[in-house]
Each structure stands twice: as C-alpha cells, then as structure tokens.
C-alpha cells in the first residue's frame, strides 16, 4: 500500500519506511513558528521546564510580531518585549519586529523560510498555509510549541487524507478564494477534522502560488490538521529565488490510500460569500445578493488575501474611483514586502485616493485586535478566513467573508456586490 | 488531575469556537484569573458571573474550532470551571486542553441526556460522569493509549523534561 503525501512527509521525518493514518509519531521539525502571542505563553512554559535552558536549534525557529503590532497598549508591547528579549537571549536567527516582517504566514515563504517536504510547527492555526508549498505544516498551542523549541520534534497522530480534485476552468472573477469557501462549504467546518487534506487537479495546478496559498490557508476552516499542494516547477522556482537550502520533493503515490475522493468542477462556479457566523455557512453570490446588504467597513488583508495579487485585483477595480459614501475600507498589505511592491506599483496611492485607509502590515482587524475593529449593529465584507461571532470585535457584528474582488465591488456600492456586475471590469 | 469534580452544567450548541471563548482582544492577556474573568464572553457575557467554582461547561459537537489560541483553555481553566463535556472537540483545543490540565469528556450520551442546571459529578481518572440530578451515569470515551500514558505521565512538560534528561 502506497503512501499519501503527507504520510511520506511524516515517514521521513521519523525515520520509518512506513506510517499509516493514526499512528503516533515523533517527528523531526525543520522549522518551528511562533508570534508575539503564542510565543509569550510558549516562553513562559519554557522557562518553567527543568532542564530547558536553549533552544534546539536558533536557526530553524521564527519568531514574528504580527497580531498587535504596532503594539495597541501596553500590555501588547510587553508581550512583543518579552518575544524579543527571547529572540535576543537565544540568538534566534528569524526575528522579525514590526517594519520587518508583517503576517507570520506571508513572511516565512517571502523570506525562503518555507520548502518542499519540510515538517513547520506553528502557534498560529494557520500554520497549515504553507501546505501551499508541499510542506507538511501544522498549528498547535503554546504548550507543544514549548516542547517543539526545546526537543525540536513533536508527536502527532498521523492523519487519514482526503482527497480533493478540482476539474474545470473558473470564470472571470472568480479566484482561489471562492473556490476554497465552496470547498469549506461542501466539508463542512469539523468535515476533516483530524484529516489531512490534499488537493489535486488541473484547476489547481494552473493556480499561482498565491492562489494555493489561500487555499491552503484554509484547510483549518474545515478543521483539517494539514492541506497540501504537490510542489511543481512553480513551487520550486519561487522557493529557489529565496534560498539555496536543499529539499526534497515528495509526491504522494500512485497507489496511495484515501478516506475520500471529492470532486469539485469549478467551471460553473459563481464566487463565493460565507455569510454569518461561520466559514462554512456558504452561498453563490446571486443568493446573497438578493437581500440588499449594505456594508459598514471593507477589511482586505490578512494571511489568506494579504498579497500582491489580491490587492492589484482590489487596485484594478477601485482605480479612479470613489468608495461608497457610509462606509470605511481597510487595507493591510500582508508584509513589509508586499507594502513596498503595492507602493512602486502605485497600488497604496490609487487605494488611498480612493478612500480607502492604508495600514501597516499586520493581523490589526482580521481576529478583532485593533486597527478596524467592529461595533455592535456593523456589518463588514472582508477576505479574511473566520467569521465566528465576535472574531472581528463586537459580537452583534455581521461578517462575510469573499474573494478581494468581491470585497472591492461591494466598497464601490456600499453593499455586498457580485463583481461580474461591474461592466468596467469585464476581462 | 483531582479526583472528583463536581459542579452544575451549563449547556451550549455546537462549534463553540475560540473566538467565543476568549475574544481577540484579550489575547494580549496571560495571567489565567485575568483571563477567566472573559471566558465565553462572546457567547455568553453572563457566564462567569452566573457559574460557581467547579461548575462545568456542557456542549455538542466541535467544541473548541477555530484558532490555536492555549488561552482558550487557559480561561475556561482560569474562571474556576473544573472540565467540559462535549460531544467531540477540534483538534488543536482537545491537545491544548491537555496540556494545560483541563479536564474534558467526550461522550454523546451525557451532552443529549444533561441539562443546565444540572448537578454533574466527574471522575477524571475513569472518565465516569454522574449526573446526580437526574440519577443516571454516562461514560466519556476512553483516551487513545498515547494521551492516556502522557496523561499519566503529568502531561507534556514532564515528558519533555523527562526526554532532555536522557539526552543530557
Ligand atoms: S491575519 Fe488573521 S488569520 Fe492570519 S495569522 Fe493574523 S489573525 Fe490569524
């Protein structure tokens, strides 16, 4: 019997020939992540461990201050200090402050922190993003990240996989995005709990990496332990570009075996909101449209639409115009990085000129921290990837979560729009 | 772990997730009674004042879903409550809440049978649940062998210290 993708990964990784779907494992990690909340609980566990005086390895450890940067109050900074008096004591080699870095998520693969076949710890439950890439990567607490820093392996069950295969070609406004929240929609959001999910199909590998980072991203969304892409020319080019470190490529194999088979043809796909007050509470566009929605705020960024690309998309549409009257757009680019290419590409100036407000690189409004947060009554559209109540600040808030595009026709309107309705867009 | 609890249930639905359980906002918080004082806030504001020490948290399926925040049990932990019940729970909350030594069971049979109000005693080491109000007793699914010898063992930070004392 053959193994899947993330079962080779996790075979190497201990050493075995062979692993299969609910054996405990002890795993060799190349890299653990941590941010200036989970690090904070995780060095004090530290610190309180007998014996636990170094880290494992101060090269293949990432500390990022992202979720309340820059700091909100003073007890926000005293956490980031305390990471960065960590980062400091220990001589960790990834430590990115604000101005540095940005979303823990879009700055390891930026920085070539993320390669094929690699097994990535993180505090952050987002951590599956880099499945994007054909890592084996996961979320945890602050408690297995304190082990995970100390011993540099952790223990996990290996999960069974389900495997998704999307056929077809997305119309005209459509992205990675919707079809990830039909995908959420379709799983339900406990529907691969304690499962790895991987996916295949031609759709998918015409996507680009930022649109296979989005889908990944929200493999946890379906409460997946994992989401995985087979890493191609495109994965490996851009991880090349970053760094010259050697990995392996795994592929699942052919005989490989899976809990589930879906299939998913994308053709017909409209794009995709997930209406209140979870992300797999999922409709066509035409459905929800149908109400008249007006919207308070518009939030684009966060780790799953922080990108480039998603704000060229947003750029594109918002170009010479105005934003709606009555309601405030937010913009997060995801890092640094992406705020400094967004800005050579004249992207802040249009988004700004259009009304929007521009913010540093950072979490800010996406799980309700600061820098956008909603009052109780507010509804807001954002490309974020959780919409519990209360995620975004007040628990008598509304979120929908959409595709960039579709967040960016509904600041034009002030309610929630289908962006095929914008004629000026037609590609 | 003790080795009873006991307190009265307060039931809720289904994917009670982290948000809910301890906001974003005091995420910045570390302190387990500082955070205690917001557990399920974003559910249920009234809970922290309505429950007593050892009361316990009674739900459906998925409880837990969402973010990796330790917080989360570390409040529920934090306001005095002795242990969830729950259906089944997400992943991440079920390894958090083990880690940090918050008693949580998983059975069905208790969450459809319990009622709030209810008065709920618990073994921990057995996984029996009394509901004393109603005179009948549940069991909770028994660990899988690795959590229970982990469980055994103190939880994770004994095992760790135990591994870096062989290596050393
Ligand atoms: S952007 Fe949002 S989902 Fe992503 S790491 Fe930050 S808070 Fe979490």
Redo the contacts between chains.
Sequence with gaps: MGMTLTEKILARHCGLELVEPGQIVNAKVDLVLANELSAAVAIKVMRGMTGAKRVFDPSRIALVADHFVPAKDAQSASLAKLMKDFAIEQKIEHFFDVGRGGIEHVVLPEEGLVAPGELIVGGDSHTCTYGAFGAFATGMGSTDIAAAFVLGEVWLKVPASIKLVYEGKTQPMVYAKDIMLRTVGELGIDGATYRAIEYHGSTVDELSITGRITMANMAIEAGAKNGIFHADAKTIAYVKERTDRPFVVERADADAAYERVIRIDVGELEPQVACPHTPDNVHPISEVTREDLPVDQVFIGSCTNGYIEDLRVVAQILEGKRIAPNLRVIVNPGSQKVWMQAAQEGILTTLAAAGCAVNTPGCGACFGGHMGTLGDGERAISTTNRNYVGRMGSPKAEIYLASPATCAASALTGRITDPRALAYVEA | MESKLRGHAHKYGK?V?T??II???Y????DPIELGKHALE??D?EYTGRMRAGDIIVAD??FG???????AP?AIKGSGTSAVIAK?F???FY??AL??GLPIFESAEAVDRIESGDEIELEPENGTIRNITKGESYRAAEF?P?MRSLIDAGG??P???K???ER?
């Design positions: 994917n997730d948000d809910v906001p974003g906002k995420c910045n918080i570390i974003g559910l504001p399926t998925n879903c969402g973010s990796s925040r330790e917080v570390i089944s997400a992943r991440i390894r958090n880690n940090i899988p690795f994770l930070v095992y760790v210290e591994r870096l004392a050393n």
